[in-house]
């Protein structure tokens, strides 16, 4: 009986990773904030959720990677460039005092977002 010596097949599986690695397709869909700096809550302190904007930004960015493949055809391919973020709600500082550090949230501040996709 042969045996077949550990280097070897350690080298020989790490070769076939690697080509399989290569044959894999580039992600079909992509994402990119352009200018997040001049966003309608473009100042950290507007995404007040102790995140950040880049961490809002990219809570927003994996739930777009998450629900757009629902949407795409098989060989499609989806390229989102956001160019502008406002956050539903508000501040409101002329009701009193931390006001201004508040949110409200009200149905004549909706979330909204534009974008360009191809």
């Not at 550990?6 to 290569?22: K, M, S, W």
């Not at 894999?24 to 992509?30: F, L, T, V």
């Not at 500082?93 to 550090?101: I, L, V």
Request: charged share 25%; no cysteine; aromatic share 10%.
């Amino acid at each position: 009986m042969k045996t077949i010596h550990p280097l070897i097949a350690f080298f020989g599986l790490l070769a076939a990773g690697a080509a399989l690695a290569a044959d894999k397709p580039a992600s079909r869909i992509e994402v990119t904030f352009f200018e997040p700096q001049n966003y309608a809550d473009a100042k950290n302190d507007s995404f007040d959720t102790g995140l950040g904007r880049d961490g809002v930004l990219a809570q927003l960015k994996e739930h777009i990677l998450l629900i757009a493949p629902r949407y795409l055809a098989q060989g499609q391919q989806l390229e989102i460039s956001v160019t502008n973020v406002d956050l539903a709600g508000e501040f409101e500082p002329w009701r009193g005092m931390d006001f201004d550090r508040i949110r409200m949230v009200r149905e004549i501040y909706p979330p909204r977002m534009e974008l360009n996709f191809a």
